[in-house]
């Protein structure tokens, strides 16, 4: 292996400019952003064999300009500028291939025991460096002593990390954005779902697809929650790296199929938004974003479950008064998230979320509640039993003032959830007058509320099929008997004329359809 990369700094940019000069026409004939990705990568290539004698894996390149023709030629030239044999072999170098380009010389670094304090940065990233190559873990004999020294450095890196005394520099929190980008932002793989109904039951029962590389991807995503964590990160100096497309990017893998990747990008997020003040609108902005297309466009994403946690605990700390920003984010994105056929598969986070908003500011709770009838299930009745209890959710902290304003609308709909022939929904409903403060609520407003539903109690407890549904009727009967007794005797009598009155009508609609059934006949006769 030639000794050119020994060469000091002064003498490695002495030669970046003579490389340049002889390169310069090759450069010339593809695209800017090529051009600028080669320069970028040329110079890291470089400043990296400061510190080592031996060639990088696959020559130190990255995806998407990993395999690309402009990293070829470049690392082409490299070996011909400099002489090298990229191909030489010895007892202590191992061979391999990653990603369909070849691996030379991936072997273990020496321990951070084993060097000085004053030796252990730059050994640290010489790590990290070497933590850049991204195996392939989908032939699980492929590359095993190369993935085993992987994972033991990264191990290290870890180890490292959480024990460093002194603020990391500005070069070694680039190097570890470098390689953490390196190994999470990447394809994500996904299971077809042709033919399948998107409802919540039938994801439920789907195995997720579990991600083959997760032992290595496990251990950089621990590297990355410490580092963000760690006091010894500035992060005024961090947000230079941990910028607006590092967020996105993390944000775009929310979308993996493997739950324990989804567990992890929550926790990394929710510190990232607590460390990086800075970013806080930018990636509120982003959630929202992706709640938009999921909404209104694919009604496909894995982990809207997981965001929804993040923001309940975002919302749970914002200050009082609410921003108007806020008020806005629930109304645009969080009671539209009703709306998908797959809510089962957040609607435990989602309501949690509503509920802060409404703990927050009491005013909310009309908003919210007519939103929710907005998006009531007309045809799925475990959908419907999931919004009964999230609005008695709602109702718990809905003040008299909105109560009133909502509560026609809102009682017009429970009346149609009594009369349900479904006993859970009906039972789920009945169950509302088992909170303290929402019997009191609709006592305080009797007068109004018991006309509405009066008709679908007394249908309940005659006719309804399920003994427990006729009980629990028959309570709520007596709340009412016990509360306003001349209420009920009028809305009793009111309930006997309109059926006395429906019956009538059905009477006569039959006598109609007879007559003009025996028109028809005579007139065929004829």
């Known amino acids: 292996m030639a000794t050119s990369f020994s060469k000091s700094m002064e003498e490695l940019e002495k030669g970046m400019g003579s490389f340049m ?3 310069e ?12 990705d080669g320069c970028n990568w040329l110079w890291g290539f470089l400043r990296y064999h400061i510190t080592s004698s031996r060639l990088p894996a696959s020559f130190g390149l990255k995806h998407p300009f990993f395999a690309s023709t402009v990293a070829m ?10 002489g ?16 369909g380009n070849a691996v030379v010389a991936y072997e273990a670094l020496p321990s951070f025991r084993d060097v000085t304090n004053s030796e252990k940065q730059i050994l640290f990233i010489k790590k990290l460096n070497l933590c850049c190559v991204v195996f392939d873990f989908t032939d699980p004999t492929k590359n095993l002593k190369e993935k085993d020294i992987k994972k033991q450095t990264l191990v290290e890196l870890v180890d490292y990390i959480t024990s460093v005394n002194g603020k990391f520099s500005e070069t070694v929190m680039q190097e570890i954005v470098r390689m953490v980008s390196i190994n999470l932002f990447r394809a994500l793989s996904t299971q077809p779902r042709e033919n399948k109904v998107l409802e919540g039951f039938d994801l439920e029962e789907e195995e997720p697809l579990m991600d083959p590389g997760w032992p290595h991807l496990q251990i950089v995503y621990e590297f990355l929650l410490r580092f963000v964590a760690s006091p010894e990160t500035d992060a005024k100096l961090a947000k230079r790296y941990i910028d607006h497309s590092f967020v996105l990017r993390l944000l775009d893998l929310f979308d993996s199929e493997d739950p324990r990747e989804r567990e992890y990008l929550k926790t990394v997020l929710h510190r990232i938004y607590g460390k990086f003040m800075v970013h806080r609108p930018y990636i509120r902005k982003a959630i929202n974003n992706i709640f938009y297309r999921f909404i209104f466009e694919t009604e496909k994403h894995n982990g809207i479950a997981e965001l929804l946690e993040i923001l309940g605990s975002i919302i749970n700390g914002f200050a009082l008064p ?10 645009r994105a969080l009671i539209p998230l009703h709306k998908p056929k797959c809510i089962s598969m957040y609607h435990q986070q989602l309501s949690y979320c509503i509920a802060q908003f409404v703990e927050k500011d009491c005013k909310l709770a009309d908003t919210v509640i007519r939103g929710l009838l907005k998006y009531w299930p007309m045809t799925n009745s475990s959908k419907e039993v999931m919004f009964l209890s999230e609005l008695e959710e709602v109702l718990e902290a809905t003040q008299p003032p909105e109560f009133q304003r909502c509560m026609v609308p809102l009682f017009h709909q429970i009346s149609r959830c009594l009369s ?3 006993f859970q929904v009906a039972e789920r409903a009945l169950f509302l007058w088992n909170n303290d403060h929402i019997e009191n609520l609709i006592k305080q407003n009797r007068k109004v509320i018991l006309p509405i539903i009066f008709p679908a109690l007394e249908r309940n407890a005659k006719n309804h099929w399920n003994q427990a549904v006729q009980s629990l009727t028959l309570n709520v009967r007596k709340i009412f008997s016990d509360a306003d007794p001349e209420l009920i005797e009028e809305c009793l009598l009111k309930f006997q004329e309109d059926e006395a009155q429906r019956r009538r009508n059905q009477d006569e609609t039959r006598s109609d359809m007879e007559m003009l059934r025996r028109d028809r006949c005579n007139e065929s006769c004829k």
Not at 73 to 82: H, K, P, S
Not at 322 to 331: A, D, M, P
């Open 21 to 23: 000069e002889k390169f």
């Open 25 to 36: 026409l090759v450069l010339q004939k593809f695209s800017k952003e090529d051009l600028q």
């Open 73 to 82: 030629v470049l690392a082409m030239e490299i070996v011909l500028f400099y």
């Open 84 to 99: 090298i044999n990229p191909t030489s072999d010895s007892s202590h170098t191992s061979n391999a291939k990653v990603n």
């Open 322 to 331: 609410l921003k108007e920003e806020h008020k806005l984010f629930l109304i």
């Open 420 to 422: 349900s022939s479904h």
